[in-house]
């Protein structure tokens, strides 16, 4: 049976920016492009950025930002129960993300599991 299985995360991204909007919306950008090729090239069938937020100024004229981005990606998978549609979607995303070179994810929900 075909299961849609979804997961919330975030990661950081560390790049020079003008101001916090700037940064913000650059680090969005970095992260949807990443997002749109997985969806484009493999299991993600579809993805959303939540928020992204300053987690650490620049402390210098020429040091980076650092920000957060919150984002959310489900992929679809078979399996015969939800419980091994779940696990088997969440090593889906792992990979998938480690493949697209998004580092440093950290979960903020369990895999979710539904019948596509």
């Given at each position: 049976?075909?299961?849609?299985?979804?997961?919330?995360?975030?990661?950081?991204?560390?790049?020079?920016?003008?101001?916090?909007?700037?940064?913000?919306?650059?680090a969005?950008?970095?992260?949807?492009?990443?997002?749109?090729?997985?969806a484009?090239?493999?299991p993600?069938?579809?993805?959303?950025?939540?928020?992204?937020?300053?987690?650490?100024?620049?402390?210098?004229?020429?040091d980076?930002?650092?920000?957060?981005?919150?984002?959310?990606?489900?992929?679809?998978?078979?399996?015969?129960?939800?419980?091994?549609a779940?696990?088997?979607?969440?090593?889906?995303?792992?990979e998938?993300?480690?493949?697209?070179?998004?580092?440093?994810?950290?979960?903020?929900?369990?895999?979710?599991a539904s019948?596509?």
């Amino acid at each position: 049976m075909e299961y849609a299985v979804s997961r919330t995360g975030m990661t950081t991204v560390t790049l020079h920016g003008g101001s916090d909007t700037t940064a913000c919306d650059e680090a969005s950008d970095q992260l949807a492009e990443r997002l749109e090729a997985m969806a484009a090239d493999g299991p993600v069938t579809d993805w959303e950025i939540d928020d992204a937020t300053v987690t650490e100024h620049p402390t210098a004229p020429f040091d980076p930002y650092t920000i957060t981005v919150e984002f959310s990606v489900t992929v679809v998978v078979d399996a015969d129960t939800e419980d091994a549609a779940a696990e088997i979607g969440a090593d889906a995303i792992k990979e998938a993300l480690a493949t697209a070179g998004v580092d440093s994810v950290t979960y903020t929900s369990s895999p979710a599991a539904s019948t596509a």
